[in-house]
């Protein structure tokens, strides 16, 4: 099995079949900044493979499947599938391109339960015209390809949910189409139907059929042919332990992945948030003893905001767990915890408030959209007393 390079592209001329995509940028305007959900994302896909996206919530991978799909446009970029641009075609071709070339798995199945199995697998066709008696012959055909042969005639909620997704599966192959894309099939799924959708993903790859799974099930991952992580680069100037930074430069950018959490140790860092218009709103000034940056590694997500050095700044590293273990250690009291180096002094805020407890907090912060860096500085001294920082409130749950 091989890890597909993300970052690199053969041109997609050298690509005969299978899906190209390339530079591909999805961006969404949430409350006034922009999220990019891809991020310059380039991969290729042989035809006639599984390849699976791994990648933690948030990482773009429904996103990348509905640009597949052809029901989410892109920002840049672009997607060659069997040889067809998608971001070229015609309105009608797109149309024609989106019933026949690709079939869809969803997570929840998305069956019409007053139908039974083998209407909703005749659904497509009939919607595309095929007449009645061949489109339910048809389903029949797939339904026995995917082992519901003889559950035909029962409606969704007489089947279980394995059951469902192979019906599921087997509508979305009506139009044989040469691409499967399918999100998350086994999410929903006990361990002895994953393993059975998973057995039949694996008999469906046959005749030239390029089959797409996103997936954070392992199981996946030894019958895909190759593998596309979708967390991009983390980011790699700093390395966990002290480093410096001069008074303007940047620590992370919003919109990256990091594993560091950071503690400063000297100087001022200023917690800034890019507007979707290309402005900046200034969140936080951090200074010597707090943190910041622990929000996105802890959770999987992209960094809500962007660290700059606004003086000369010496900052620890930490790598998420590390921090984690900082922020848990019992009895410190109010001693710095030595500074030999090997064990840095906790940060004040921390003996405020746990991990745990701002897990907790957090749950609420991301219905609510609360800004990380705000968070982070909501939890400082110096907000508590009042500081603009405690006052800005728009950004949520990454940082
Ligand atoms: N319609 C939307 N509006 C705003 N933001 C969106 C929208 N759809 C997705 N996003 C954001 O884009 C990013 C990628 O989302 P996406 O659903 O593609 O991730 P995912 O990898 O499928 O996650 P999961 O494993 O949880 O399904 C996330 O930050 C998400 O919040
Ligand atoms: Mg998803």
Known sequence: MTVIDRAKTPAAEETAGGIVVEDLVVEFVTDGYRIRALDALSFVAPPGQIV?????????????????????TPASGRIVVNGRTIGSLSAAAMSEYRRTQVGIVFQAFNLIPSLSARENVAAPLLAAGTRSRTALHRADELLAIVGMGERAHHKPGQLSGGQQQRVAIARALAHDPPVLLADEPTANLDYVQAEAIVALLRDLRSQGRTILISTHDQRIVPIAD???????????????????????????EQ?????????IEDGQ??????????????????????????????????????????????????????????????GDGDTDGGKTGEKPAKPAAARRRTPAERAAKKKSASVRRVPAASRTAARTPAAKKGSPAKRSSTTRKRS
């Open 269 to 330: 860092v200023d917690i800034i948030r890019i507007l979707a218009d290309g402005g900046q709103k200034h969140l936080a000034t951090l200074g010597p003893r707090q943190y910041f940056g622990e929000l996105a590694p802890l959770i999987g997500f992209p960094r809500s905001a962007s660290a700059r050095a606004k003086t000369n700044v010496v900052l620890r590293g930490y790598p998420i767990q590390e921090f984690r273990a900082l922020m848990l250690r019992p």
């Open 255 to 263: 919109g990256t992945r990091g594993t560091l959490a950071y503690v």
């Open 52 to 72: 699976a996206l791994l990648g933690p919530s948030g990482s773009g991978k429904t996103t990348l499947l509905s640009c597949l799909a052809g029901i989410l």
């Open 226 to 252: 190759a593998v596309v992580q979708m967390v991009p680069e983390l980011e790699g100037k700093t390395g966990a332990g002290r480093v410096e930074y001069v008074a303007g430069e940047s620590i992370f």
